[in-house]
C-alpha cells in the first residue's frame, strides 16, 4: 500500500519566510526517511523557487505564496505559486546565468539549481497574474 499525504501552506512573500518554507517541507517528508542528500536537495530547490517568487514575481510587494506538497510512496511533489508579475519568456528565465534582477547581484542559476536537484521541473507563469513551478524528486529506497 502506498503512502498518500498532501499539506498546503499559505505564507506572506517576505524573505524571512524562506526558511519557514524549506523547513515545512522537510518536516512534512520526514516520516518516509529522506536520505541528508535528499532532504538538502529538496530543501535547495524549495529555497530557490521561494526566493524567485519573493524577488522576482513580487518585486518588493506583499503578496502570498502558496506551498502545497504531496508524496505517494517515495515520490515528492512540490508546487510553489504566487500571484506576483509572472514570466513572460519562461524559456529565457530558465537559461542558466540570466538573471532579470542584475541590480541586485543575482546569479541566474535559480531554474538550474532546482532542475539539478530535482527529478522533474515545470513552470508555467502568466505576465500579470503569477508563476507556478512544480517539481518532483523520487526519494530512494533507503536500503
Do not use: Q, W
Not at 62 to 85: K, M, N, Q, T, W
Not at 114 to 121: K, V
Request: glycine share 8%; net charge negative.
Amino acid at each position: 500500500m502506498k503512502n498518500k499525504n498532501s499539506m498546503t501552506v499559505t505564507f506572506s512573500s517576505l524573505p524571512v519566510n524562506e526558511a519557514f518554507a524549506r523547513m515545512a517541507v522537510s518536516a512534512f517528508i520526514m516520516p518516509l526517511d529522506p536520505t541528508v542528500s535528499e532532504i538538502t536537495d529538496i530543501k535547495t530547490a524549495v529555497s530557490e523557487a521561494v526566493t524567485n517568487s519573493i524577488i522576482h514575481g513580487y518585486d518588493g510587494l506583499s503578496g502570498d505564496i502558496v506551498l502545497l506538497c504531496s508524496y505517494e510512496g517515495r515520490e515528492i511533489y512540490i508546487e510553489i505559486s504566487d500571484r506576483g508579475r509572472g514570466i513572460a519568456d519562461i524559456k529565457t528565465a530558465m537559461t542558466p546565468l540570466y538573471t532579470s534582477r542584475p541590480e541586485l547581484e543575482r546569479s541566474g542559476l535559480g531554474f538550474t539549481v532546482m532542475e539539478t536537484f530535482m527529478d522533474s521541473l515545470k513552470v508555467e507563469s502568466l505576465p500579470g497574474e503569477g508563476t507556478k513551478v512544480i517539481m518532483s524528486k523520487k526519494l530512494s529506497d533507503g536500503e
